[in-house]
T-cell receptor, first 113, second 115 residues
Framework: DGGITQSPKYLFRKEGQNVTLSCEQN?????MYWYRQDPGQGLRLIYY???????QKGDIAEGYSVSREKKESFPLTVTSAQKNPTAFYLC????????????FGPGTRLLVL | AQTVTQSQPEMSVQEAETVTLSCTYD???????LFWYKQPPSRQMILVIR??????QNATENRFSVNFQKAAKSFSLKISDSQLGDAAMYFC????????????FGTGTRLKVLA
């Protein structure tokens, strides 16, 4: 079945620690995105990637980093510089950056210990 | 900058009845896309319906339809014959057709379906 997978479902971070959230898709989509969701708010864009080896900052990129070494994968690292990382993180993809419909993964809940 | 507003934090509907969720947006663009996404308790975002701004005809997907009023910058979602499985958060979203390709989301409306 084609789709987007995110792992882990829950992730715990200690103070000062970097953690990496995984996002994989087998839809052959070129574009991938990372969003953060906080209670009572809509989704906010962290980073997006149009093609392999290229990515752009979104609205709230500070404290996060990404890589796009493979078309299928777009991991997000939450660094120690992100002072308030507790949130729900959603990965999405679309056929191309110009194609308007994004499809979402099941999300990762990040909690700080 | 574009904005999306959902003024109803929570709505309730009786099973089999009809409910309308409101969304307004602000943009200076003439061409764009609008979406309604559903987020059930599993928290995975599911596309419900989409509308291209250049199309005057309102989009319809089975029991879901929209009322797109471009001049008023309004994009409401109507759910007919509501089912228990429709209970979820519903997000309205906007996207340009050029320039930055990000979605802009509203804050969501929680829909409760009463048996």
């Amino acid at each position: 079945d084609g789709g987007i997978t995110q792992s882990p479902k829950y992730l715990f971070r200690k103070e000062g620690q970097n953690v990496t959230l995984s996002c994989e898709q087998n839809l052959n989509h070129d574009a991938m995105y990372w969003y953060r969701q906080d209670p009572g708010q809509g989704l906010r864009l962290i980073y997006y990637s149009q093609i392999v080896n290229d990515f752009q900052k979104g609205d709230i990129a500070e404290g996060y980093s990404v890589s796009r070494e493979k078309k299928e994968s777009f991991p997000l690292t939450v660094t120690s510089a992100q002072k308030n990382p507790t949130a729900f993180y959603l990965c999405a993809s679309s056929i191309g950056i110009h194609r308007e419909t994004q499809y979402f993964g099941p999300g990762t809940r990040l909690l700080v210990l | 900058a574009q904005t999306v507003t959902q003024s109803q934090p929570e709505m309730s509907v009786q099973e089999a009845e009809t409910v309308t969720l409101s969304c307004t947006y602000d943009t200076s663009e003439s061409d764009y896309y609008l979406f309604w996404y559903k987020q059930p308790p599993s928290r995975q975002m599911i596309l419900v319906i989409r509308q291209e701004a250049y199309k005057q005809q309102n989009a319809t997907e089975n029991r879901f339809s929209v009322n797109f009023q471009k001049a008023a910058k309004s994009f409401s979602l109507k759910i007919s014959d509501s089912q228990l499985g429709d209970a979820a958060m519903y997000f309205c979203a906007y996207r340009n057709t050029s320039g930055t390709y990000k979605y802009i989301f509203g804050t969501g409306t929680r829909l409760k379906v009463l048996a």
